[in-house]
């Protein structure tokens, strides 16, 4: 049998935790700057109506319920033993330090989730925010997920990101300089995009990995 030439990230978390972990999406009703600071229909144009996030999400039910009622079906499921509370859809540090706060909490509470993924935009984390999460990664698991999807501004504008490449680079180094994991999220084969261009970005975030990320999944 051929080894792979990557360590998947499920084998790492495995090792890591001593039993098989799951990611659980969950909605905390955060909104997004790039949808006029709620969740209207503006915004970048790949965006789902419901702003991503896994089929199934139960988005109505509190944090709580959310994770419980997941991790009974990954059980089952996968046999999953431990859970990572994956705050997706929208900008999940779009709110002050004091209610993300809360929820993070909410999330941390429950029995077997042993990490937080916090999945938002590089404009949407000022110092505090970013202070918070260090917090939080001295207290547990923790990634901080930033979209990015393209280095090349042209991109950026035509997907209305609201954002550009250098906006995510100084996020980027902010979160590095905290020591967060940063795991960034990308899409290949953007229309308008050539294939020199995808690569670049592919690279470009390799090559930032090797400097300056002690671990990272983009
Ligand atoms: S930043 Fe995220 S939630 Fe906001 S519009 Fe873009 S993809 Fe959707």
Redesign the pocket.
Known sequence: MRRKAFRLYSTYLKQRFNGRVHKISIDAGFG?P??RGGRDAH??L??EPG??GSVGIERDAAIPLQLERAKELMRRKYRAKYFIAYFQ???NTFAPVDVLRNCYDQALDVDAVVGLAIGT?PDCLPPETLDLLAEYDRRTYLWLEL?LQSIHDRTLNYLQ?GHDYQCFLDAYQQAKARGLRVCVHLILGLPGESREEMLATAEEMAGRRRKVAPVACA
Do not use: A, K, Y
């Open positions: 997004c790039n949808r915004g970048c790949f965006c702003g991503s859809p929208f900008s935009r979209g990101r």
